[in-house]
T-cell receptor, first 114, second 114 residues
Framework: KNQVEQSPQSLIILEGKNCTLQ??????????LRWYKQDTGRGPVSLTI?????NTKSNGRYTATLDADTKQSSLHITASQLSDSASYIC?????????????FGRGTQLTVWP | EADIYQTPRYLVIGTGKKITLECSQT?????MYWYQQDPGMELHLIHY???????EKGDLSSESTVSRIRTEHFPLTLESARPSHTSQYLC?????????????FGSGTQLSVL
């Protein structure tokens, strides 16, 4: 069964600190992996998209890594800010599928305290 | 910032009412989607459209229906709302093709059926 598992479920850090969120998937075949940020009461916003051949992708203070062999990805947030408080969702697409058939994780709820 | 709009943002209605959730995008995207999301859970695709007069059911069974008469407009209708329909409904559209097709989400409609 194609699944996307994220950990931790929730995380609290202090402003200025770094953190890493994890995503493990069993989706096969694999096409690409996406990280989204979803603020409370809003729709998700794309942070990164990585294909099989890409090991790392950065977007400002966000850096995503991908290990397609172990089927793991991580999202590293550097020098966290209060505005980073949100749910971070990992999404995996299987090769040859339509974009509509994406596999979503349940997200990691990040809270940044001052 | 994506130009995709959903109305209303919040809706509280009684059981048995007919409702329509509106979604419009000004980006000229052919592909549009409706997702359902419960708190702390993953997004589930309920409907998608690849162009005018084209609609398909998604992975999650839903009693809702959709229409696509114009490229920019993709409304979702519930003929008779029930408490089990209480959820957040997210509309999305996509651009580009291939593995890096980018998905843009609206801010969502939070529906509560009493």
């Amino acid at each position: 069964k194609n699944q996307v598992e994220q950990s931790p479920q929730s995380l609290i850090i202090l402003e200025g600190k770094n953190c890493t969120l994890q995503c493990n998937y069993t989706v096969s075949p694999f096409s690409n992996l996406r990280w989204y940020k979803q603020d409370t009461g809003r729709g998700p916003v794309s942070l990164t998209i990585m294909t099989f051949s890409e090991n790392t992708k950065s977007n400002g203070r966000y850096t995503a890594t991908l290990d397609a062999d172990t089927k793991q990805s991580s999202l590293h947030i550097t020098a966290s800010q209060l505005s980073d408080s949100a749910s971070y969702i990992c999404v995996v697409s299987d090769r040859g599928s339509t974009l509509g058939r994406l596999y979503f994780g349940r997200g990691t709820q990040l809270t940044v305290w001052p | 910032e994506a130009d995709i709009y959903q109305t209303p943002r919040y809706l509280v209605i009684g059981t048995g009412k007919k409702i329509t959730l509106e979604c419009s995008q000004t980006m000229g995207h052919d592909k549009m989607y409706w997702y359902q999301q419960d708190p702390g859970m993953e997004l589930h695709l309920i409907h998608y459209s690849y162009g005018v007069n084209s609609t398909e059911k998604g992975d999650l069974s839903s009693e809702s229906t959709v229409s696509r008469i114009r490229t920019e407009h993709f409304p979702l209708t519930l003929e008779s709302a029930r408490p089990s329909h209480t959820s957040q409904y997210l509309c999305a559209s996509s651009e580009g093709g291939g593995v890096k097709e980018k998905l843009f989400f609206g801010s969502g409609t939070q529906l509560s059926v009493l």
